[in-house]
């Protein structure tokens, strides 16, 4: 979120940056400025009046604000102020603010005004303020679609020449819709203006021909760039045969990105020069900045504060490149001196040297590249912003990952949501889970697996297994289903490939697997691909060929893979190992069964996900988020009021260290009571004793205080008796690759030894709430294992959209662990709560839009 001390960096409609910061009285001469750069009409419509100057007193009020009851924001584009906005209440603790702001003319239609709009709407909610008022000439019809573009209810009234708005500033889903929208498309176009340049300048490259500058430049050069090569050096009349200049400018032709290869400490000198010539974007191949110690993190925050003040984006530092493979582009600016072939598989890369493995061996499986980034050390340009550009880029159908660590990790699980519904995304990113925040260990690996598959993202362990999902993506179409039919000359490899299927979740279909014999040749073999190929019964195919005995197949007959067209032909997914011979273009090959399997049910589980119904986040009665701001205090928390804000309401549970107390606190509750050791991790340990239930009287009542006591220590609780039921555990915590996660599972020394938890990310559908009751291993004593009566589950999902909501509105809430949860047939009960709480903190993606 904007603070008063805390300048942002956000994204226009054009995809150039600028940045947003509380305005300060210092800003007088340049809002003087600004002001005289206006035009007649610009006056006219934001003060009504021509005002050709700003009178002293005006001018001190202008930028004097107390940033609660009046707030003003300044857009500045390098040093000179373009913009502002501001809001004034009306009143004391009036919940109503006018609201204005006014944009240089030379900056008009750049989408400054909805960004002034998020910012302020956001500090007026902060503050208080719930509604905004503002009054506009009809003649500013640009204004006038400002506010009415924003998805707020505007009410409008004409009165006196003016038209007066009025609307409400709370965040609905429309305002969400409308703000995303926007961040999607200035993301995008600001990534399309790095990946198809008109020119590119290249910093660093010697003349000498030696150096990582001098390797991208040849790069450049033969691999076709379609636009214009400019060799920046102090000196040299050329580099690598193209003609040098001193500085980008000389050169005279529009560029519209820089490739640095220059020192840390020259970098700057390099972004001004860079924007001097107009160019949009920075590529930093450059090492020595945050990756090389403090110094080098500090360096690395002026050169990203120095481009974004002169409208640009970074990519890198320490990276490897850009490519784009368009035959209207051929971009190359990368350290991999060759390219895979042109293809439909957008490839983002964190790591540079991984990104030249990954490079080479997509090169190798023949792997189509439409487009290449590598970040290295993510400074401003990360995957998300690829995602962005990838979602409705015509020529990427596939999108491949290689992800370290997530910077923003709740807007990546929303990004992969949407863009998985459109298009694959296939992410290699480590399942361990570094310590996060909270005090449950959190999902495990299978649970972030599932957490990856929640999100759409088809998740893999290895480089080859990207590129063996990859290359099946990018040819075959998706499975129907996950019956498999397996065909091959070899009994051995066709019943590796069935239990291969059953390991990874296939179901085998019946008549299969076929083994055609060793003797079939290849007539025979595209009989069995096509009639398996046209099996109603099978969804997908398997096939596997080990090379025949010499002289037992002639030249003809051994040409089995003549065969595998007309079996792709009828548009079922096909992978291939054959151990001997080269598969025609199209087909997925791969050295081993149970690779070629693999690959086969990762994307039969992606397709699955596709064909399930996304769900709705439903609207949820017994919510008061003003009762949960009220609960949760600056320097302490209500549990039990910020639960019962969110319609959660536990078991009264009063706590006594004494024998009169436990008995004080039972004639409260009225017979019969529990009695429990008041530690978290006991109270609901009846196998050790730690819990007494159903006490029936004052009598037994002390007789099991004191052996609690004697045991467990003085502190107990006590709660009134509720009906039995299963008992289950509900959690949240704080994960670093998805933010915050719901966890559910059944309760029990056993389910919590296994680690039987299903997690996942916020916030909830109600599709997601109804599949995490269901997919623990225990789960069906949910629903009435061995004759049981079934338990309420829709008040068990009811429950985790409740958490997930809290979870969402409320970023203080570390840790929230509900235990034990006791499920019936007529509903639940809550019988422990457990929260832990934070400092308030900007929590990634949430609030207006910025960098």
């Given at each position: 979120m904007t603070t008063v001390d805390q300048p942002v960096d956000v994204l226009l409609r054009d995809g150039s940056t600028v940045q947003?910061?509380?305005?300060?009285?210092?800003?007088?001469?340049?809002?003087?400025?600004?002001?005289?750069r206006f035009s007649e009409r610009t006056r006219y419509l934001r003060y009504f009046s021509p005002y050709p100057r700003i009178p002293e007193r005006d001018l001190i009020r202008f930028v004097t604000v107390d940033h609660r009851d009046r707030e003003a924001f300044v857009v500045l584009a390098g040093d000179q102020i373009i913009a502002v906005g501001r809001y004034e209440r009306l009143g004391p603790q009036a919940p109503e603010a006018e609201v204005a702001f006014v944009v240089e003319d030379a900056h008009q239609g750049r989408g400054i005004g909805s960004v002034l709009m998020e910012h302020l709407a956001d500090a007026a909610r902060r503050n208080g303020i719930m509604s905004f008022v503002a009054e506009v000439l009809p003649a500013n019809g640009t204004m006038l679609r400002v506010f009415a573009d924003f998805g707020y209810q505007v009410q409008r009234e004409y009165a006196d020449g003016v038209v007066h708005l009025s609307f409400p500033i709370a965040p609905t889903e429309a305002t969400l819709e409308v703000q995303r929208g926007r961040e999607h498309r200035t993301e995008a176009r600001s990534i399309a203006r790095l990946l198809a340049p008109r020119g590119i300048a290249v910093y660093g490259a010697s003349a000498?021909?030696?150096?990582?500058?001098?390797?991208?430049?040849?790069?450049?050069?033969?691999?076709?760039?379609?636009?214009?090569?400019?060799?920046v050096h102090p000196s040299a009349p050329t580099v690598a045969g193209l003609p040098a200049y001193p500085s980008a400018v000389d050169a005279g032709v529009p560029m519209d990105l820089a490739v640095v290869a220059v020192p840390p400490e020259a970098a700057t000198a390099v972004v001004a020069d860079a924007a001097a010539a107009g160019v949009h974007g920075l590529v930093v191949i450059s090492a020595g900045f945050a990756e090389a110690g403090p110094e080098g993190a500090a360096v690395q925050r002026a050169l990203v504060r120095a481009a974004h003040a002169?409208?640009?984006?970074?990519?890198?530092?320490?990276?490897?490149?850009?490519?784009?493979?368009?035959?209207?582009?051929r971009l190359n600016a990368t350290l991999a001196p060759a390219l895979p072939p042109a293809g439909r598989v957008g490839i983002f890369s964190q790591s540079g040297a991984f990104g030249v493995a990954l490079l080479a061996e997509a090169d190798?499986?023949?792997?189509?590249?439409?487009?290449?980034?590598?970040?290295?050390?993510?400074?401003?340009?990360?995957?998300?912003?690829?995602?962005?550009?990838?979602?409705?880029?015509p020529g990427t159908d596939v999108i491949m990952l290689y992800l370290e660590t997530f910077g923003n990790p709740r807007k990546f699980a929303r990004l992969a949501r949407r863009i998985g519904r459109a298009k694959p995304v296939v992410a290699l990113a480590s399942p361990a889970r570094p310590v996060g925040v909270g005090d449950t260990d959190g999902p495990d690996e299978v649970a972030v697996a599932a957490l990856f598959a929640q999100s759409g993202v088809i998740r893999v362990d290895t480089v080859a297994e990207l590129l063996d999902v990859g290359v099946l993506l990018a040819n075959q179409p998706l499975p129907a289903g996950g019956r498999v039919g397996v065909v091959g000359n070899s009994s051995a490899l066709t019943g590796l490939a069935a239990t291969a299927c059953a390991g990874q979740g296939l179901t085998v279909a019946a008549g299969y697997p076929r083994d055609v014999g060793s003797s079939a040749g290849a007539a025979e073999f595209a009989a069995a691909l096509a009639?398996?190929?046209?099996?109603?019964?099978?969804?997908?195919?398997?096939?596997v060929f080990a090379p025949p005995l010499p002289g037992q197949l002639t030249d003809v007959d051994a040409d089995v893979t003549a065969a595998l067209p007309a079996a792709l032909a009828l548009g079922k997914p096909t992978v291939a190992t054959f151990l001997v011979g080269r598969l025609p273009a199209g087909v997925p090959a791969y050295g081993g069964v149970e690779e070629a399997v693999r690959a086969l049910a990762r994307v039969h589980r992606y397709a699955e996900w596709l064909r399930r119904p996304p769900g709705v986040v439903p609207e949820l009665p017994r919510v008061d988020s003003d009762a949960a701001q009220a609960a949760l205090r600056a320097d302490t928390v209500d549990p039990g009021a910020l639960l019962a804000a969110y319609g959660i309401e536990p078991v009264a549970s009063v706590p006594a260290d004494s024998v009169d107390d436990v008995v004080d606190a039972a004639a409260r509750l009225g017979f019969p009571v529990a009695l429990k050791a008041a530690a978290p991790g006991l109270r609901h340990r009846l196998d050790l004793g730690a819990v007494r239930l159903d006490l029936p009287d004052e009598l037994t009542l002390r007789r099991a205080y004191a052996e609690v006591a004697a045991v467990f220590g003085a502190d107990v609780l006590v709660q009134p008796m509720v009906p039995p039921g299963v008992a289950c555990v509900v959690e949240l915590v704080e994960d670093p690759a998805f933010g915050p996660v719901v966890g559910f599972g059944l309760g029990g020394v056993a389910t919590e030894l296994l680690g039987d938890r299903a997690w996942r990310a916020v916030p909830l559908t109600d599709t997601d709430a109804a599949e995490l009751v269901d997919e623990p291993r225990a789960a069906p004593l949910l629903r009435g294992h061995r004759g049981a009566v079934p338990v309420d589950r829709a008040a068990l999902a009811d429950l985790l959209l409740r958490v997930a909501r809290l979870a969402d509105e409320q970023p203080r809430v570390r840790s929230l662990t509900l235990n034990p949860v006791l499920a019936r047939p007529d509903g639940i009960s809550v019988l422990h709560a457990q929260v832990r709480v934070g400092g308030l903190v900007a929590r990634p993606d949430t609030g207006p839009r910025r960098l």
């Open positions: 947003l910061r509380p305005i300060d009285p210092a800003d007088a001469p340049g809002v003087v400025a600004m002001h005289s000498t021909g030696q150096g990582v500058g001098a390797a991208v430049l040849g790069h450049l050069r033969d691999g076709g760039f379609a636009g214009t090569v400019v060799p002169a409208g640009m984006r970074v990519v890198g530092p320490n990276c490897l490149g850009v490519a784009n493979t368009d035959p209207t582009v190798r499986r023949g792997l189509g590249l439409s487009s290449f980034v590598s970040a290295g050390n993510r400074a401003d340009v990360s995957g998300n912003d690829l995602l962005q550009y990838w979602q409705d880029d009639e398996t190929a046209g099996d109603d019964r099978v969804d997908a195919l398997v096939v």
